[in-house]
């Protein structure tokens, strides 16, 4: 194998690497914000004040996703 095949696989592992820890990184994300989410549906008590978190927690949780969805095709490409 030339050198500058080495050197392409290495760069390529090196993203693929890179891409994986970030899909793991939104995943633990949307765990926390799950856990959160619970937490504040459970508790009924200042609705208004919680329903704004929601939206927010919903909204990162989305964002999340779709951020997860561009990684994992880019490493079907």
Do not use: C, H, P
Request: proline share 0%; glycine share 2%; net charge neutral.
């Amino acid at each position: 194998m030339s050198e500058r095949s080495k050197d392409e696989l290495l760069e390529a592992q090196k993203e693929v690497i890179g891409i994986l820890f970030e899909i793991i990184k939104r995943y633990q994300a949307n765990n926390e914000l799950d856990e959160e989410y619970f937490q504040i549906v459970a508790n009924e008590n200042k609705k208004s004040v919680n329903k704004k978190r929601l939206e927010k927690i919903l909204s990162e949780r989305s964002e999340n996703g779709k951020i997860v969805t561009r990684l994992l095709e880019k490493l079907n490409s």
